[in-house]
């Protein structure tokens, strides 16, 4: 009875994690190059730097605000 009481519980507690999970904010990145700027959730490179975010969107046209 024991472990069906800790097994409900850890099940119970994988579900709340679940629950906060959001997608990955997306960022504009600019070339250290030519200055181009990309939007992208991940890092482009070493010749890429983070300029403006974090955006809701692919287009990287929504910011999120933070409170």
Not at 3 to 15: D, H
Not at 37 to 63: I, M, R
Request: proline residues 7%; positive net charge.
């Amino acid at each position: 009875m024991k472990r069906l009481t800790y097994a409900s519980a850890l099940l119970l507690a994988l579900c709340c994690v679940n629950l906060t999970a959001a997608p990955a904010p997306w960022w504009k990145w600019r070339s250290k190059v030519d200055g181009q700027l990309v939007c992208s959730q991940t890092p482009l490179g070493d010749g890429w730097e983070k300029a403006y975010g974090p955006f809701k969107d692919p287009h990287c046209e929504n910011l999120i605000v933070r409170r």
